[in-house]
């Protein structure tokens, strides 16, 4: 699966974890950037949301004191 983020695409699977800390959406085991500055790709909010909505992302862990969500890719069959 394909998953735009700003203006590049990453391709995800399952082993893909996205974080959200309260304030945006992280694809956490992807990098994008150049040369020394990388930094992990940022998914839009709605896109998101709309996803999670879909089943497309699924909760997987909840770190409370923190307050950090982090979500799974479903596993697409092709």
């Known amino acids: 699966m394909k998953v735009k983020c700003g203006r590049e695409e990453f391709d995800v699977n399952s ?3 996205v974080m ?3 304030s945006c959406y992280q694809l956490t085991t ?3 950037g150049k040369h020394w500055h990388e930094w992990p790709p940022v998914i839009a909010k709605a896109r998101a949301r709309k996803m999670i909505k879909d089943g ?3 909760l997987t862990k909840e ?10 890719f ?3 069959a092709q």
């Not at 770190?63 to 799974?72: A, E, I, T």
Request: glycine content about 12%; hydrophobic content about 25%; charged content about 25%.
């Open 63 to 72: 770190h409370h004191g923190m307050g950090l969500q982090y979500y799974n």
């Open 30 to 32: 992807k990098r994008t």
């Open 74 to 76: 479903k596993e697409i």
């Open 56 to 58: 497309v992302l699924t």
């Open 20 to 22: 959200y800390n309260g």
């Open 15 to 17: 082993k893909d974890i």
